[in-house]
């Protein structure tokens, strides 16, 4: 029996006899059979070369060629399709045959096409060298769990990102449970909330960057409830009509403030704005140089005029402004004068402002309302609690202030707002501008804000139910107490580090008091590489926020209460 030839011979160097078939494709190029002198392959079982091959090239009848016997095999294999499929190969390898000088030694069997034939695929994931399919991911019970956890498109797309990455970076032949276990710590990332507490040891009460003010626990479960059901948010429950949003808050802040009328939109600079766009807007507003304030972020008073579509009109100089600049910069163009508290610098020397009362005469002989924005804006006068005097909406009133804007979250402890307050006419208008719609607050701040107002109403127990009062006035003698049940794990942690308690100077922050410093204390990490430290606290299961300083990592312990002590500890790295 004839011998599969793969190729079509048996002994054939390139293809021997102990070589298993491999699959290959043949490309057939038709050419005109006349060319091709079949009767010497009938013949000979080998192919013309050389001359011969010439010769029949061009047509010609090589010497001792059987004329009738080559029309004859060109009638035969014209007219069987099939045939010329079978003998094809062989031809093609006795040719090549001929050409390296041997011959070949077994017949021709029939041959079948290697696409026909069947073929065996082994398994990808049994194969050395491959990466498990994704189709035997999913079907792996760890999958089941994680699709159960994260849902099947996440687990699906994160498996096809792993299965990527390890294509990319070439690392074959991995089992199915390293995949599973990167691909997990994938979804495990994902799912982390990007916005996650930490501990702020900055020494700034107020961050801007962590959240500034902290809320009562009843204002967040206020806010809660709000944001988890339909509330009477614009609902009269007495008439059974619509009504305002503004209306929760707005009778407690005349309460605290002694204003006509108050409304709440969602920051202080959206207060700016709305109050200049309503009140300036195409006309000029008179402001001290020495008040054109940039706040965080690079945001400036002269842009937020800008935006806001009032023309900004500066009067005297950086260091010193007085009334005749005032009255000098009054004209038919001017729509209303300005201040700006100095909330985030001090200028001190020789200087001259502008006392408020004075302010507002000349504002009010010219028909002309006063404007003053606050920014922190306290309720009350923190000097009760030894803190250093900050102005507030109050005094700012009574001093002639037609209008007042100030934040909702710095002083005052409560969610991100900001407040207005002042004559009932100019609120009605601010009301009736479109833009207040596109400012206004949503249910759950009002909600949290309306807590945090009525706790004003009980200045004595003021200091131990506002969290951000409470920090505040914290002593340093507990704040150093604090920093020594710190120290010791802290070294335990870090053995190669020098770490003491150290006394140190806090700030209220976002802008105010500026120069005013809260004694505190802090424990201090010294040593090489502070910023890979800092980098390992920040990546704590809760981050560790603190700052470097005079070649120290400083862990001002003000904002941490005893009641987060343990929390603090316990994800420490463990000495060994």
Known sequence: MGERLCGPVQGCKRYPASQPPVPHLVLLTWFPLSWFPLSRVRRTGRAPVGEEWRAGRQGRRPRGEDRNGVHSARRELSGNVTGLIERLPGLVHRRRAAAFSYRPTAAV?????????????????????RLPSLHSLLAKPEAAGLIERFGRPEVVDALRQTLDVHRTERRFGLPATSVLEAATEMLSRRSTPSQRPVFNLTGTVLHTNLGRALLPPEAAQAAAAALQGATNLEYDLESGSRGERDDHISGLLREQTGAEAATVVNNNAAAVMLVLNTLALGRQV???????????????????????????????????????????????????????????????????????PDLAAIAHAASLPLIEDLGSGSLIDLERWGLPHEPTPREALQAGVDLVTFSGDKLLGGPQAGLIVGRADLVKQLNANPLKRALRVDKGRLAALEVVLRLYRDPDRLAGRLPTLRLLTRTEADIRATANRLAPAL????????????????????????????????????????????????????????RIHDRRLWLDCRCLEPDQEAIFLNQLPKPG
Do not use: K
Request: hydrophobic share 40%.
């Open 286 to 356: 008179p402001v001290s140089r020495g008040e054109l304030i940039e706040i965080g972020g690079a945001f400036r008073i002269p842009d937020i005029m800008a935006r806001s579509g009032a023309i900004l009109r500066e009067v005297g100089t950086t260091n010193r402004t007085h009334r005749r600049d005032y009255q000098s910069a009054i004209g038919p163009e001017t729509a209303a004068l300005m201040r700006v508290h100095q909330a985030n610098y001090a200028i001190a020397g020789f200087t001259a402002a502008v006392a408020t």
């Open 491 to 546: 070294r335990a942690a870090w053995p190669d580090r020098q770490i003491t308690v150290e006394a140190c100077h806090g700030q209220i922050g976002s802008g105010a008091l500026p120069v005013d410093r809260l004694p505190s204390a802090a424990v201090t990490l010294a040593g090489r590489a502070l910023d890979g430290l800092a980098g390992e606290l920040r990546a704590l299961p809760r981050p560790v926020i603190g």
């Open 109 to 129: 069997t029939r041959f079948t096409p290697p696409l026909l034939r069947p073929y065996h695929v082994p398994p990808m994931d049994n194969l050395p060298g």
